[in-house]
T-cell receptor
């Protein structure tokens, strides 16, 4: 079975632009979470979605938004990009809601903001 | 607010050595603790997950222990190999929909 997939692999944007990142969870998993990992740091939680609804949100500005589709795939949108948004964006899927479910991570999308 | 700390930040040892990576957390009310491996520029690979009711988990040459009362977890790697070189991250779960809380990781280099 395929693991968590993310697209694109790499992305370069300029300040002020908008970006959309995509994630497909492991088959059968209904929950998707998004994390931001800045170089040299551990991942920081952004959102968790379950059954198409936002169930948890980390300490990120409203420029960050996400949604989950009926097939449980998800998109993360970031508006008005800042240099500080440059990071590896990781998607994780799990069977159910709640971080106590084992999380399985995708390969990430490397976003560079110039 | 949960804080997770990993010591050391970096470690370089000769091949064949047994080693211990440390993880500490400030709030002992965790649901589970998960250890991950991350290769440069890549995603996270889950290594071991310890439920709060468990004391340890083993997978091959890896053994992870959990002591909730002291707020500590350790990852033991036996007979290290150059292929073990990577960054190792620990993450705690509070059980809710608030995501995992990660440490900054231990960057491990195994010298051939």
């Amino acid at each position: 079975d395929a693991g968590v997939t993310q697209s694109p692999t790499h992305l370069i944007k300029t300040r002020g632009q908008q970006v959309t990142l995509r994630c497909s969870p492991i088959s059968g998993h209904k929950s998707v979470s998004w994390y931001q990992q800045v170089l040299g740091q551990g991942p920081q939680f952004i959102f968790q979605y379950y059954e198409k609804e936002e169930r948890g949100r980390g300490n990120f500005p409203d420029r960050f938004s996400a949604r989950q589709f009926p097939n449980y795939s998800s998109e993360l949108n970031v508006n008005a990009l800042l240099l500080g948004d440059s990071a590896l964006y990781l998607c994780a899927s799990s069977l159910g809601i709640g971080s106590y479910n084992e999380q399985f991570f995708g390969p990430g999308t490397r976003l560079t903001v110039l | 607010k949960q804080e997770v700390t990993q010591i050391p930040a970096a470690l370089s040892v000769p091949e064949g050595e047994n080693l211990v990576l440390n993880c500490s957390f400030t709030d002992s009310a965790i649901y589970n603790l998960q250890w991950f491996r991350q290769d440069p520029g890549k995603g996270l690979t889950s290594l071991l997950l310890i439920q709060s009711s468990q004391r340890e988990q083993t997978s091959g040459r890896l053994n992870a222990s959990l002591d909730k009362s002291s707020g500590r977890s350790t990852l033991y790697i036996a007979a290290s190999q150059p292929g073990d070189s990577a960054t190792y991250l620990c993450a705690s779960s509070g059980g809710g929909a608030d995501g995992l809380t990660f440490g900054k990781g231990t960057h491990l280099i195994i010298q051939p």
